[in-house]
């Protein structure tokens, strides 16, 4: 499979998953207006299989064996990247260590953004700990911020 094939493929498979979460996603408005006593809004792993399938296939990331603990995939200079998405939560969780996080935020549609994708060291020191839920917690919010002083090259890029 030659390298245009390649990306066909990548990009024609994250449209198809785009287009599933978008019915997961209308079937889980229906249910909210069938029944408002309940959030429906548990995805759990599948929203997190979304995130690391479109980071391995648009980021060109090695997804991680099972068990790798603090990271889901390494990037191709070998450096391990921890992989967060978002659907509706003001805040992210994450544990452990990794040399970058990546965040990316799903709508409704299925369509997704890039919220921040940099050194996991800064967010780490920005974050807040919950002994409660024993993780790190930082707002969605401070991620962009995060996101915008990286690009504008304020971050140090490279390893924790």
Known sequence: MGPATSDN???DRIVAAQAILASIFASQRALRALAPEYS???LGNLLGDF?????TDHYAL?????GSGDYDARRQD????QIKTNYASSQIGFRGEADFLLVLGVKHDGSWEEIYYGPYAPVKAAARFSARDNKHMVAVGRLRALAIA???GNIEVGTT
Do not use: C
């Open 40 to 42: 429906w809004a548990g």
């Open 78 to 81: 070998g450096l391990s990247v």
């Open 9 to 11: 493929f990548a990009r």
């Open 62 to 66: 090695t997804k991680a064996p099972a």
């Open 51 to 55: 995130g690391e399938l479109l980071a």
């Open 150 to 152: 990286n690009h504008a």
